[in-house]
């Protein structure tokens, strides 16, 4: 029977707290899917010594947990030419990689970065091959016992992005031809380029689709709502996935912890997962 434990949630809804307590409490909340996100609060995962993750591994195995990382933002340029940007990238996600190693995470998400012109065709086209060429170094570093996928998340369409349109993450995993490298879909961030756009983009990326983020919004900003608040058309959406049997990981990323309690409610009554 499905039920909540096939999905994961992100630590995004509790940025209020430190990553401990998130942690902890997404635990007494009976959560068996937890994705780190590296952001504000929640940044000092790479920091963490040994100790403290072998304490969070451990804490994982007694309670069942799948882990999985979304890597940094800020500071992290995938689609950077050569030079001080991308080095520090590339350490960043190294890092990144061997703490999800170390976790046995299912996935890394990463922002394929910035270029200059979002719509620019040489620009864009420079950016994806800038983003495989770090994505074939990273993919290097995985052993062949880590099930852990690498994966480029479609981004807003703010200035200078790389992503917001799924075509150039497609031409990505193209690109590095792995198998290890995938798509996390996010609904939220796809219903913000045009009507429709959140269903047409996810049958483009169903060949390469690793996981999901899942939240909701009125298409203007990236509200982070719970399913069903804004006018995302989850019914459609559902039954994509369901005749592609497109499962994955699915991943809750509301603002609030209690909107994503109920967007997993209202999406095992709308038959999803």
């Not at 992100?10 to 635990?27: G, K, M």
């Not at 940007?85 to 970065?113: N, P, W, Y």
């Not at 499962?247 to 912890?257: C, F, Y």
Request: charged fraction near 25%; include cysteine; proline fraction near 3%.
């Amino acid at each position: 029977m499905r039920d909540k434990s096939s999905f994961a949630v992100s630590t995004y809804a509790l940025f209020d707290l430190s990553l401990r307590d998130a942690i902890f409490q997404l635990l007494q909340h009976d959560w068996k899917g937890i994705e780190i996100m590296c952001e504000e609060n929640h940044a000092d995962l790479l920091d963490w010594s040994w100790e403290q993750l072998k304490e969070l591994k451990q804490l994982g195995a007694e309670r069942g947990i799948a882990w999985s990382i979304h890597a940094p933002i800020s500071g992290c340029n995938l689609a950077a030419d050569a030079g001080p940007t991308r080095d520090q990238t590339l350490d960043t996600m190294k890092r990144c990689l061997e703490i999800a190693s170390f976790l046995d995470c299912t996935h890394v998400v990463m922002h394929a970065g910035e270029v200059e012109d979002r719509l620019a065709e040489t620009e864009r086209a420079r950016g994806v091959e800038n983003v495989s060429q770090v994505l074939h170094v990273l993919t290097s570093e995985l052993s062949a016992e880590s099930r852990t996928i690498l994966t480029v998340e479609n981004v807003p369409p703010y200035p200078k992005v790389l992503g917001w349109n799924v075509e150039d993450l497609v031409h990505i995993c193209r690109h590095v031809n792995s198998s290890r490298v995938g798509i996390v879909y996010d609904v939220g961030h796809a219903h913000l380029i045009r009507p429709r756009y959140a269903i047409d983009a996810l049958q483009e990326v169903l060949p390469y689709l690793s996981a999901l983020h899942l939240s909701d919004n009125f298409g203007k900003l990236d509200d982070h709502l719970a399913v069903g608040e804004g006018t995302i058309p989850f019914e459609p959406i559902l039954s994509l996935l369901k005749d592609n049997g497109s499962a994955g990981h699915w991943v809750v990323e509301t603002k609030q912890l209690g909107w994503a309690e109920v967007s997993v409610e209202r999406l095992l009554r709308a038959g999803g997962k």
